[in-house]
């Protein structure tokens, strides 16, 4: 949840990132959310919003008051500065990190559409949080994974992952999982333990983004490509088959090594088992 929204005029801390903003700088909303913003969003600017996100504190703006809004980070990517410059709705994606989407939903509360454009940094040590499926043939006795290829963005695409994706604010990490599979691949998954990454969020993806990993097994639906991928296909967990071969995102290589680890060991865990609630 964001926790504190204000004018640009008396910004908190975390909103250091906003250097300027042209026309009425109280049309810009900065939320500083904490920990509380699951999603890694920890400075947010929402510009051209015609009324305030419902959870928040603050000053009044008025439509289109601040369409010129300029973000400055040092830690800004060439993404978040190709996505400044962006029609709205596209999304921007750089060699090694993670497509943000302008969308509103990125922050809880500011659902509505009519707030098109949202330029979000990452807060320092917190990560945006991805989850993943190891969906298996059977929790109990696992010997297929499911895996999806992905059609975007270009440096990503033909590539094979475990599906999934962002968590958004407000949102908990399962049910982000359970939706997104829903989304993805039409299915309704039961969870299985964790596969624990090294760190609190998970597997390291790269510099701004880490994914939490769950073994899942089907129990409603048959998984089809919906969106996201061109290709599902379920490989044999055994050493030396195709799930090796396969054409990887690379930094889920030390997921599959635990998957293949844990699968062994038969810890795949008994349904609902869980690291955390
Ligand atoms: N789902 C998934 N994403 C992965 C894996 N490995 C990896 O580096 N990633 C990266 C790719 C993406 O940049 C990011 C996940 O974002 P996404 O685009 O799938 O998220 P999403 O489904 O919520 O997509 P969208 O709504 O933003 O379009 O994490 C993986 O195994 N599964």
């Known amino acids: 949840m964001v926790n504190s929204v204000v004018p640009i005029a008396k910004p908190p801390a975390a909103s250091a990132a906003i250097a300027s903003v042209r026309r009425r700088p109280c049309s810009l909303w900065v939320g500083s959310g904490g920990a509380e913003v699951v999603t890694g969003v920890l400075a947010a600017a929402i510009v051209e919003g015609v009324r305030r996100p419902p959870h928040t504190r603050g000053g009044g703006c008025r439509a289109g008051d601040a369409d010129d809004v300029v973000i400055s980070n040092t830690r800004r990517s060439a993404q978040d500065q190709a996505l400044d410059s962006g029609a709205a709705g596209s999304e921007g994606a750089a060699p090694g990190s993670l497509g943000f989407r302008r969308r509103a939903c990125d922050l809880e509360g500011a659902h509505s559409p009519r707030y098109t454009h949202l330029v979000t940094t990452p807060a320092s040590g917190l990560l945006l949080q991805i989850v993943g499926a190891a969906v298996v043939d059977s929790l109990e006795l696992p010997s297929r994974l499911l895996v999806a290829r992905r059609t975007s963005p270009p440096e990503l695409a033909g590539l094979w992952e475990f599906p999934g994706g962002k968590v958004e604010a407000g949102e908990s990490c399962e049910p982000a999982l359970h939706r997104e599979l829903d989304e993805e691949l039409g299915i309704t998954v039961r ?14 993806l790269n510099e701004r983004a880490a994914m939490r990993v769950w073994f899942a097994e089907v129990t409603d639906g048959r998984p089809t490509a919906l969106q996201d991928h061109d290709e599902l296909r379920w490989v044999d967990l055994a050493a030396g088959t195709e799930l090796e071969d396969l054409l990887w995102i690379p930094a889920d290589r030390p997921i599959l090594s635990a998957l293949r680890a844990a699968v062994s060991a038969r810890d795949t865990g008994q349904p609902g088992q869980k690291r955390d609630a």
């Open 191 to 204: 969870l299985g333990r964790e596969l624990d990454g090294p760190g609190k969020q998970g597997w390291p």
